[in-house]
């Protein structure tokens, strides 16, 4: 057999492979490790960030690309968001040194509430982590946004690893976000 023979079988027996592992598994484990190789396939949205506490006045990327993140999507006014913080806040207590964690509201901050109002929700109701101010909805689309609450866990490499809405339990929100650690 020739080499160029020899090098054309073994491309051929790739594509293969290649097709078996989608056609059985989807492309979702290929498009994993692209994504761990070339980084993700969407730019990190800068967001403005609140002045509560735990949180400094300014902009962040999300995803930040740093580390694993952790995200929140929550309104003052939701009874379920309400219900969640002690767990949020315990995780929190827990993971905080390893996951980057970030409460999103898009609430008109300044209009429907004022900061004041939203530091102290934050407050009455344990937060000390950082809560970023989705303006224009971007962050909310992005992620899939379609009930309150909403858990997002983000790796360090972009990819989300765990998302799901509704009220979660300490144990929940730790496994979800164990999946992107």
């Not at 694993?68 to 929190?92: K, N, R, S, Y």
């Not at 929700?121 to 970023?132: C, F, L, M, S």
């Not at 339990?169 to 496994?175: F, M, N, R, S, V």
């Amino acid at each position: 057999m020739r080499r160029r023979d020899y090098i054309a079988g073994l491309g051929s027996l790739g594509v293969l492979a290649t097709g078996g592992v989608v056609a059985t598994q989807g492309a979702g484990p290929i498009q994993d490790r692209l994504q761990r190789w070339f980084g993700p396939d969407v730019e990190p949205l800068e967001v403005e960030t609140a002045d509560v506490r735990g949180s400094e006045p300014g902009t962040m990327q999300i995803p930040t690309l740093e580390g694993p993140m952790f995200l929140d999507f929550f309104g003052t006014w939701c009874p379920p968001c309400i219900e969640q913080m002690p767990a949020l806040a315990a995780v929190h207590e827990q993971l905080g040194g390893e996951v980057t964690f970030v409460s999103i509201t898009n609430e008109a901050v300044g209009a429907s509430i004022t900061e004041e109002e939203l530091a102290d929700w934050w407050i009455e109701h344990d937060g000390n982590w950082t809560v970023a101010l989705d303006r224009n909805v971007e962050l909310a689309e992005r992620y899939g946004l379609s009930g309150y609450p909403l858990a997002v866990a983000i790796d360090e490499y972009g990819v989300v690893q765990w998302s799901e809405t509704g009220v979660k339990t300490e144990a929940e929100l730790i496994d979800g976000i164990e999946q992107a650690l």
